[in-house]
């Protein structure tokens, strides 16, 4: 069984992930697609043209959070040896960025337990990184949360229970969060790999097939109330 068929038979109610302050109306969605029209206004690579870039999105459509980005192949990385290998650059993206506020609020959606987590700290990296281990339906995934603050590094430990609902962590700033303009990555994997801490967010094009069985499309997991 899939990973969306899981969710879509058992009708699972996730708690929202940014909490009940923000409303499916102040959501709007983003993109970041390197062919997108409205990209060329803005160098979205450099930390100044893609808060600008943040900032009009939000403004035009009157919201306070921007969602997108499962598989969109960006420009974004270009500024950082982490995303460059010897064979192909990585410029496709596995996860979903919710885009907001420096110290926003994050919520688990579901009851889990703390995998792992570390301070990832190359340029535009995670930053402060937490995995969490769910289960459903006898099958075990992780949900990465990347660039946090490092305040919600303190007092985890591996195994620790992470209620359903629960604020456990929040939107770091560019100072500890891999020099990222303020939001959170999140990625949903089914084999961590033998990793702990960290996990490829950005694959090759030559990766992507590998990858993208690995890391399903998150959409499931996030909700906001109406």
């Not at 359903?164 to 929040?170: L, P, Q, S, V, Y």
């Not at 939107?171 to 996990?199: A, C, K, T, Y």
């Amino acid at each position: 069984m899939s990973f969306s068929n899981i969710f879509h038979q058992q009708s699972v109610n996730c708690a929202p992930i940014l909490g009940a302050t923000f409303k499916k109306e102040a959501v709007c969605t983003i993109h970041l697609a390197q062919d997108y029209p409205a990209l060329k206004n803005f160098e979205v690579q450099h930390y100044e043209g893609l808060q600008m870039y943040l900032d009009d999105c939000l403004a035009t459509q009157k919201a306070r959070v921007a969602m997108g980005g499962y598989l969109e192949q960006r420009l974004l990385y270009q500024a950082s040896p982490h995303f460059e290998s010897s064979a192909e650059s990585r410029c496709i993206h596995l996860g979903i960025d919710l885009w907001a506020a420096v110290g926003t609020p994050i919520f688990a959606p579901l009851d889990g337990i703390v995998h792992s987590f570390k301070y990832n700290d190359q340029i535009l990296d995670y930053g402060a990184t937490i995995i969490l281990a769910h289960e459903l339906s006898g099958q075990v995934f992780y949900c990465l949360y990347g660039h946090l603050s490092k305040a919600s590094l303190k007092g985890l430990t591996k195994g620790k229970m992470i209620k359903k609902g629960t604020n456990f962590a929040e939107m770091g700033s560019r100072e500890e969060n891999g020099g990222w303009v303020p939001h959170l990555h999140f990625q949903v994997i089914l084999d961590m790999l033998d990793m702990e801490g960290d996990f490829v967010g950005v694959v090759s094009k030559k990766e992507l097939v590998r990858y993208q069985q690995i890391c399903p499309d998150p959409q499931p997991l996030i909700i906001f109330p109406e």
